[in-house]
């Protein structure tokens, strides 16, 4: 609005509000008094004025709808950086997760290496007991083998000294008796 204490409207001309108000040009003051002119301007700002309004009022509503558009556009920002926010966390969450299960997994690797080595030494250890018992029972049957050759040596000892001791009380018997015997050119006489 104007203020009506620092200037006052030209005699005629009513003020329209504003603070655009411009005062029409000098050339026309000095013709203010026709009444004709002060019409035409009074017409001509009414219409500018009727102008603006319109203008005014365009701007305001785009401006509502801006204001609207980018309320819409902030909430929607927030909400995406709620979702960032959240899938952040989840991210955060997952590769803590994911070292938590890389950990495990190099522990389950170490024991299955230490196992796998368990077991080729007890692997090793097993085909040296086989070749220990291969060999054992190899030695058992040799033995065994030679203790039944050493029975039957023995058995067969046992005979020869019997048949040896009948010889031998069949050839005193002989000498007691004068006991000749010829074998071919070869003759053997037992005397006594």
Same mark, same amino acid.
């Given at each position: 609005?104007?203020?009506?204490?620092?200037?006052?409207?030209? $005699? +005629?001309?009513?003020?329209?509000?504003?603070?655009?108000? !411009?005062?029409?040009?000098?050339?026309?003051?000095?013709? &203010?008094?026709?009444?004709?002119?002060?019409? *035409?301007?009074? @017409?001509?700002?009414?219409?500018?004025?009727?102008?603006?309004?319109?203008?005014? @009022?365009?701007?305001?509503?785009?401006?509502?709808?801006?204001?609207?558009?980018? *309320?819409?556009?902030?909430?929607?920002? $927030?909400?995406? !950086?709620?979702?960032?926010?959240?899938?952040?966390?989840?991210?955060?969450?997952?590769?803590?997760?994911?070292?938590?299960?890389?950990?495990?997994?190099?522990? !389950?690797?170490?024991?299955?290496?230490?196992?796998?080595?368990?077991?080729?030494?007890?692997?090793?250890?097993?085909?040296?007991? &086989?070749?220990?018992?291969?060999?054992?029972?190899?030695?058992?049957? *040799? *033995?065994?083998?030679?203790?039944?050759? +050493?029975?039957?040596?023995?058995?067969?000892?046992?005979?020869?000294?019997?048949?040896?001791?009948?010889?031998? !009380?069949?050839?005193?018997?002989?000498?007691?008796?004068?006991?000749?015997?010829?074998?071919?050119?070869?003759?053997?006489?037992?005397?006594?």
């Amino acid at each position: 609005m104007v203020d009506e204490q620092d200037d006052k409207p030209p $005699r +005629n001309i009513l003020s329209l509000g504003g603070e655009d108000y !411009e005062p029409p040009p000098s050339d026309l003051e000095s013709s &203010s008094d026709e009444p004709e002119e002060t019409t *035409r301007i009074v @017409a001509l700002h009414l219409h500018k004025w009727t102008d603006a309004r319109e203008s005014l @009022a365009r701007l305001e509503t785009e401006l509502r709808s801006s204001k609207e558009d980018i *309320r819409r556009a902030v909430e929607y920002a $927030r909400g995406l !950086e709620e979702e960032c926010d959240r899938l952040a966390d989840l991210q955060h969450e997952t590769q803590h997760r994911i070292g938590e299960v890389q950990s495990e997994l190099a522990e !389950e690797r170490g024991r299955r290496l230490e196992l796998e080595e368990q077991y080729q030494h007890l692997v090793e250890r097993l085909e040296t007991l &086989s070749g220990i018992r291969g060999r054992y029972h190899l030695e058992r049957g *040799r *033995r065994e083998q030679a203790q039944e050759q +050493n029975q039957a040596l023995t058995s067969r000892l046992h005979e020869l000294e019997r048949d040896l001791e009948s010889m031998t !009380e069949a050839l005193e018997e002989a000498r007691r008796q004068g006991f000749r015997v010829d074998l071919g050119p070869l003759s053997i006489e037992l005397k006594r």
